[in-house]
């Protein structure tokens, strides 16, 4: 897949009030847009994603998978602040000619959407068929529905919320006091803070997992052990793993941006801007979920108008949204069925002449 570049070289605001001097974002296409522009799928990534879609979501994005280039225009862009090829704390601040590291600005999830937006402009999109997003993901959509109600047909949030729980900030919290005990954290290095972020990684994935995941798939070898546990050595792996790919202050950064998020921020209230959402919207909860509960997701399909609310039975409980494909796609094609017949256009019906 080939990765595109977005450049906009203008002053942007953000909501803290402070700005970007002009920005990149790295995106991705699939397919070919039709001749009416109503084959837009955008899948919107969570935290540590990125815009190569298929590396990630390769389960429901491809060739005869449910979201296919074979018919839809899949478009996907790498956020603010992230570190796969978008405008981040390791890239260069044009005002100085130095990387930003600890200076970038606070970004919110309102802020990442405002320049998909400015990018879905430049691509000559009017109009998004389907809006889909796990997790973080689902932040996204669903803010992007709320500031362009017009702009997305379907809508479609699975383990997200709106608006970050005091559950989820503490855990955030507690990584970036991972990261802030690295003795390293304070330097001026692409690498500072690096075994810090390796702690807050094996913290992090407590949460996207649970109990019964760990059960499962890290049980005892054997009933001797006093040493050397899958669950210990899973753990470090996976810090390891977020070290080979990620950099600390990217982690922070993203981090922050999950707290802020609140779609009723300067809207009068949550349920004034979930109001707003006009799109056809499917809301997924799953069962297991310890970060993002499923009551997070009833209380979105509650109050976005019409929504839907499906739920996964998952053993991965957060992480489900990129493991159980089969489900999901499963969910989605019967959500998508019943919209399609209740937009079935109405037969004319046959008027009787009278004859004189």
Not at 172 to 183: G, K, S, T, V
Request: proline fraction near 5%.
């Amino acid at each position: 897949m080939n990765i595109s570049y977005f450049d906009y070289k203008y002053r942007f605001p953000l909501e803290s009030g402070e700005y970007l001097p002009g920005f990149r974002l790295a995106y991705s296409t699939q397919g070919t847009l039709n001749a009416d522009g109503s084959n837009v799928v955008w899948v919107c990534h969570a935290l540590t994603g990125n815009a190569n879609v298929n590396d990630w979501w390769g389960g429901m994005i491809g060739t005869g998978k449910y979201f296919d280039p074979a018919r839809d225009f899949i478009v996907c862009a790498n956020v603010l602040g992230s570190c796969y090829g978008s405008t981040g704390p390791l890239s260069d601040n044009p005002e100085t000619g130095k990387p930003f590291y600890h200076d970038f600005p606070s970004v919110t999830i309102r802020d990442m959407v405002g320049a998909l937006d400015l990018l879905r402009q430049e691509l000559g999109i009017e109009k998004i068929q389907t809006c889909i997003g796990g997790s973080v993901g689902g932040e996204q959509a669903a803010e992007w529905a709320i500031l362009h109600p017009s702009l997305i047909d379907n809508l479609i949030l699975i383990a997200s919320s709106a608006v970050a729980s005091p559950w989820s900030i503490a855990f955030n919290e507690a990584q970036r006091m991972a990261i802030e005990a690295d003795p390293t954290w304070r330097e001026k290095r692409d690498d500072a803070g690096a075994n810090g972020m390796k702690a807050a990684r094996a913290m992090a994935m407590i949460s996207y997992r649970n109990y019964d995941t760990y059960g499962f798939t890290q049980a005892l070898d054997n009933n001797e052990q006093l040493d050397d546990f899958k669950a210990a050595g899973y753990q470090r792996y996976q810090g390891e793993k977020i070290a080979d790919r990620f950099n600390a202050f990217t982690y922070w950064v993203l981090s922050k941006v999950m707290d802020s998020h609140n779609v009723g921020r300067n809207r009068g209230s949550i349920l004034n801007a979930l109001g707003q959402i006009k799109a056809r919207t499917l809301v997924v909860g799953i069962r297991s979920d310890l970060l993002f509960p499923p009551t997070e997701q009833q209380f979105l399909a509650r109050h976005i108008p019409d929504a839907v609310y499906e739920e996964i039975d998952s053993l991965y409980g957060h992480d489900g949204f990129l493991i159980e494909f089969r489900p999901l796609a499963n969910l989605i094609r019967r959500w998508m069925t019943n919209v399609a017949a209740q937009n079935k256009p109405v037969p004319d019906t046959p008027v009787n002449k009278v004859t004189n």
